[in-house]
Every structure is written in C-alpha cells, then in structure tokens.
C-alpha cells in the first residue's frame, strides 16, 4: 500500500514539474504574479481529477468488500443452520439413550408387565432411533 500511495506522490510531482516547466518555457517566464496564477489553475484542474479519480476508485474498492463481506456472512449463516441441526440430532440422540437405559435397567424390567410390553417399548424406541440415524444421515448429505 505505501508503494502505491509512494508512487502516486511521485507521478504527481513529475506530472506537476512538467506542466511547470511546459507553461515556463511557452511563456518565457512569468512577468507578473497574474501569469503564475493563471499557469497554476490548469494544475488545479489536474488534481481535481485525480481527487474524482481516487474517490471512484474508493467506491469501487468499498463495493467489492462489501460484496465479499455479504457473501462470507451468507457463508456463516448456512454454516450455523447446519450446525444447529447437527446438534439438535445429538440431543435426540441423547434423550433417547437416557430414556433406553432407564427402560433397560435391571428395576424397571422387573416393574414391567410381562417380556410382550418389553417388546412393544423397545420398538417404538427403535423406530425413533432408526428416524433420528436418518435425520443424520440427511445432515451428513447436506440435504
């Protein structure tokens, strides 16, 4: 960055000499101090114009960072979303773990009404399951 601004200086100094010495050597010297005014406007035009030249250059530069800044942001977004399905797939998970080693435990067997209700939990259980392990699988793929 310094060598750009470094080198701008210099452009504008060289451009700057020239015009000075072009109008010297057209005007053979300046008479009265009206004549290096007037020489001196016609550099007021140049630097006028590269003034609007640098505040276009700046909106274009700000333009493209914003442009990057909305995209990256949009990134993240997505990002997010798919994390917090992530996570919210692995609080299923764990609430059924904890719910299928209560079912298993060695006292709520022994509550339960026979080996058949047993059965009837576990399936429903493992139907659940089975639709959280697809609920992941979906995360995985991106869907």
């Known amino acids: 960055m310094m060598k750009i601004i470094g080198g701008s200086v210099l452009g504008v100094a060289v451009i700057m000499c020239a015009y000075l010495f072009y109008v010297w050597c057209e005007l053979q010297g300046w008479k009265n101090g009206a004549e290096m005014g007037n020489t001196l406007s016609g550099l ?3 630097f006028s114009g590269f003034a609007l030249i640098g505040i276009v250059i ?9 442009r990057d800044t909305r995209a990256e942001l949009r990134r993240t977004a997505d990002a997010q979303l798919k994390q917090a399905a992530s996570l919210k797939a692995v609080a299923k998970l764990y609430g059924l773990s904890a ?13 339960m009404d026979g080996i058949e209700s047993f059965r009837v ?6 139907d659940e399951v089975n639709a959280i392990l697809d609920e992941i699988e979906q995360i995985i793929a991106g869907k």
């Not at 939990?121 to 493992?126: F, S, V």
């Open 44 to 46: 007021e035009a140049i």
């Open 58 to 66: 700046t909106i274009y530069v700000q333009y493209q960072e914003l």
């Open 99 to 111: 719910m299928l080693q209560y079912y298993n435990s060695p006292n709520k067997l022994s509550e």
């Open 121 to 126: 939990i576990k399936k429903t259980y493992k």
